[in-house]
Every structure is written in structure tokens, then in C-alpha cells.
């Protein structure tokens, strides 16, 4: 299956949650700081296992030992694990919420540009 859609917020964070843990190199991140909490333990446990954290999100979230960036979010919730899977979408609607799951290797590529992109943009702003 090339691309799972998760609902619910409760869905969402267990399957956030998971692709953390499951991480084996590397973690990007982009969420608002509300979710970096509740993926928080997750992060730090990836953290101590020696992998690369990159975290953009919306306000003073710290996580020492990742490389934060803070800004407006204005985009959906992305986390990428291991250039290989990537989840996407919006975890404001409650049960409402949709996320879109996927190990398809050209939309984690566009997602990893997206999420560079970004980061160039706050380098910029910052002067």
C-alpha cells in the first residue's frame, strides 16, 4: 500500500509517535508546539539512540540535542523518518483530523524539499 490515510487526532499521534521510535537515522519534523509536546519522550529517546533531530514549529519549543527552528506555522503538520516514509496533514480538527501516510519515495523527496525550502526561508528571516 503506497499511501495510508490515519483519522483522528488519537490515530495520528500514535502513528507520529511510532514512526519516531521505529527511526533509525534521522528525523524531520514540522508541527506546532502542541504536538512537539505530545511527541516530546519520543523525540528524546530518538535523540539518546544517536539520531539526527531537525524540529521547525511555532513557538520556544526546546529539545536539546536537535536543531530548532522557530517561526510562524502557517503549513500542515510533516514528519519525514529516514528519507523513507512520510506523514502529512492537519491535527486541528479533532476526530475530524486526516493525515496521509507514505514510504512512496517521490512524495518523500517533495516533502524533504518542502521541509528544506522552509528552513532556507527562516535562515532568511533571521538575517
Known amino acids: 500500500n503506497e499511501y495510508i490515510t490515519i483519522k483522528g487526532n488519537a490515530e495520528i499521534i500514535s ?14 519534523v514540522s ?14 529517546d530518538a535523540l539518546s539512540r544517536g539520531l539526527k533531530v531537525v524540529v521547525i514549529t511555532g513557538s520556544d519549543f526546546l529539545l536539546p540535542g536537535a536543531i530548532c527552528y522557530n517561526t510562524v ?5 510533516k514528519l519525514i523518518a529516514d528519507s523513507q516514509t512520510v506523514l502529512t496533514g492537519d ?7 486526516t493525515c496521509l501516510y507514505s514510504c512512496k519515495r517521490n512524495l518523500v523527496d517533495l ?7 522552509e528552513i532556507k526561508l527562516i535562515e532568511l528571516q533571521k538575517g
Not at 91 to 97: I, K, R, T, V
Open 91 to 97: 491535527l486541528d480538527e479533532g476526530a475530524n483530523s
Open 31 to 44: 508541527a506546532n508546539a502542541a504536538v512537539m509536546e505530545l511527541l516530546r519522550t519520543e523525540l528524546e
Open 73 to 77: 506555522k502557517q503549513q500542515a503538520d
Open 111 to 117: 516533502f524533504k524539499d518542502a521541509l528544506k525550502n
Open 15 to 28: 502513528k507520529l509517535q511510532n514512526t519516531v521510535l521505529n527511526a533509525k537515522a534521522r528525523i524531520y
